[in-house]
């Protein structure tokens, strides 16, 4: 064998050794053979296998816990009870974790391995919620970076949700992203048309979803939905709903308002919808809505822009969408009456918006808010 | 002054630990010194981490280098090996650790990952190699170098607690004033130089 081999073959060979015993230890370490997962002290016991996160655990035994990053512990949402010992917080679980939660002994779902027996609890509801399959149906452009995409259910062949909830969209593997990925987006479409799911999707440039809906999607493209996720609907009360979204944000509204419409449901609730873009060109819906504030009393729609050209011959409301918010909220909707508010939007947008109902008098409690994670 | 091949293991261990300390002396793997030792709680648990893989990596890549890297005559690429040998003795801790003792995972299997690109570890096993030591040198030298580190960290530690509070001008905040620290540190430590003639 000539010389300069010798090396490269050597470390190549010793390299493959050192894999092989990796794996064989990783096949004999990580075997925790057959675990019970006890589910509300009883109601349910599964056998699984153990060694994986209990959040993909559940999943393949058909349970869906929320969970908007699916499984990075970035989101913080398959927070679920754990009633038996998983050993202490984990430093990915504490930055989601509040004192109070830890004294509910609620843990991360996708942080904690099942590696031997495990008795949980979560919500009844939870046990309601599926894997759809279905088709990619009519996509539509909103704006340049907002579509609207129905899809088609197949199997289950219909969805019972509450107009508020969302979805969680398994995306496929596609270019280089080589694992499917999930991604959450409230439903906009209504509760009386159970086989179609429609969702809005803006563009978030580099995120691996909403590029895939963008620019890889096709008609009759299938995917999985997962779902009905969330607590963000309206309130059976006599309060005057206090809107407020920002791009796709506007999904969950669209789902309340036509559902409310349609079956004419909490008659006493007035509705102020206040809706904030920069110029026209981020705006939507506008024709349709307006054409709602005219034939239903109980809804007014305020569509403001924050930076409108000129040429653009805009008439509504001129300002930050926090700005138009406190100027109505100080003279146009009456104080007299109790209010609730509703908030759908970025972070900043909500946290902002908070800030405004509280000063406004509105109680922190009442205010109710599904933030893009 | 004696070779570096004949001093005795336990004298070396020490020497290690104090003369000539892997960090304070020879400045490896300061990244993660300053990085980590925020904590006091994080020193411990990364410090014997370090001790730990410097140690076993020492032993193991002192059995490659005489029993595979020597007589293939492939001294060219033990830098290569080495760090393979690393990365893999790394991750197979980390898994045993998992498996046999999750409290002391949490402590200190959440530092593993960071410990592959330590250049301590590889520092020590150079030293280790170019210094023609016996294999009970290795151990004893790759134990005491890790401990050496550990001690450093926890001292640091110790002393950033300290300074938490006090008036530290606006622009050296933070790694400014570590940095300063370390080397008061690496002074006081050259008090220990002569002690032991290692050098």
């Not at chain 1, 694992?179 to 409230?186: H, T």
């Not at chain 2, 020193?43 to 280098?65: E, K, M, Q, Y």
């Amino acid at each position: 064998m000539h010389p300069i081999l010798v090396g490269p073959l050597a470390t190549a060979g010793f390299s493959a050794f050192l894999a092989l015993v990796i794996s064989l230890l990783d096949g004999k370490l990580n075997d925790y053979g057959t675990v019970n997962v006890t589910i509300n002290g009883g109601k349910k016991k599964l056998p699984v296998r153990g060694g994986s996160p209990l959040l993909g655990t559940l999943a393949g035994e058909e349970i869906f816990l929320p969970s908007a990053c699916g499984g990075r512990g970035s989101c913080g949402a398959c927070k679920c009870v754990v009633t038996s010992d998983v050993g202490p917080y984990l430093p990915t679980e504490t930055p989601y974790i509040s004192a109070e939660e830890v004294s509910r002994k609620i843990r991360l779902a996708c942080q904690i391995k099942v590696k031997k027996d495990i008795e949980i609890e979560i919500p009844e509801s939870l046990f309601s919620i599926k894997r759809f399959e279905a088709s990619v149906g009519r996509v539509r452009d909103l704006t340049y970076d907002i579509k609207e995409v129905r899809f088609d259910l197949r199997n289950p062949s219909s969805i019972d949700f509450m107009p508020g909830q969302y979805v969680q969209l398994a995306v496929p593997k596609y270019g280089d992203i080589t694992e499917s990925v999930q991604r959450a987006y409230s439903m906009s479409s209504v509760p009386g048309d159970p086989g179609n799911v429609e969702l809005l999707v803006r563009l978030v440039p580099g995120g691996i979803a909403t590029t895939w809906v963008h620019k890889f999607m096709k008609t009759g493209d299938v995917v999985q939905l997962i779902g009905p996720f969330g607590d963000f609907q309206v309130h059976d009360t006599p309060s005057t709903m206090v809107c407020v979204a920002g791009g796709s944000g506007m999904a969950p509204f669209k789902s309340m308002f036509n559902d409310m419409r349609a079956r004419d449901s909490f008659p006493g609730k007035e509705i102020w919808f206040f809706f904030g873009a920069r110029s026209t060109r981020d705006m939507f819906y506008l024709d349709e809505l307006r054409k709602l504030e005219k034939e239903w009393p109980r809804f007014h729609f305020v569509p403001a822009l924050s930076e409108p050209k000129p040429e653009e011959g805009w008439n509504g409301e001129i300002g930050l969408i926090t700005n138009v918010l406190d100027s109505h909220l100080s003279a146009k909707i009456s104080a007299g009456k109790p209010r609730e508010g509703y908030l759908c939007g970025s972070p900043g947008m909500i946290d902002a918006c908070i800030k405004v109902m509280t000063k406004n008098g509105i109680d922190p409690r009442d205010i109710f808010y599904d933030k893009f994670a | 002054m004696p070779a570096f091949s004949d001093i005795n293991p336990i004298v070396l261990f020490f020497a290690s630990i104090l003369t000539s300390n892997i960090l304070l002396s020879n400045f490896l793997g300061t990244c993660s010194f300053i990085a980590i030792s925020k904590e006091w709680k994080s020193s411990f648990g990364l410090g014997l981490a370090v001790t730990l893989v410097i140690g076993i990596c020492c032993a193991i890549c002192w059995t490659v280098l005489q029993y595979l890297v020597i007589p293939l005559g492939i001294e060219y690429l033990s830098f290569i090996i080495f760090i393979i040998v690393i990365a893999a003795v790394v991750q197979m801790l980390e898994m045993v650790i998992d498996r046999y003792s999750p409290s002391l995972y949490l402590s200190l299997g959440i530092f593993l990952p960071l410990i592959t690109v330590n250049c301590a570890v590889l520092g020590a096993v150079l030293f280790m190699q170019i210094r023609n030591y016996g294999f009970l040198q290795a151990v004893a030298f790759g134990f005491g170098a890790g401990a050496g580190w550990w001690l450093a960290i926890m001292l640091l530690a110790a002393i950033r607690k300290r300074i938490e509070n006090n008036p530290v001008p606006a622009g050296l905040k933070g790694t400014g004033i570590t940095l300063i620290v370390i080397g008061f540190m690496a002074m006081a430590f050259i008090g220990f130089s002569g002690m032991i003639a290692v050098q």
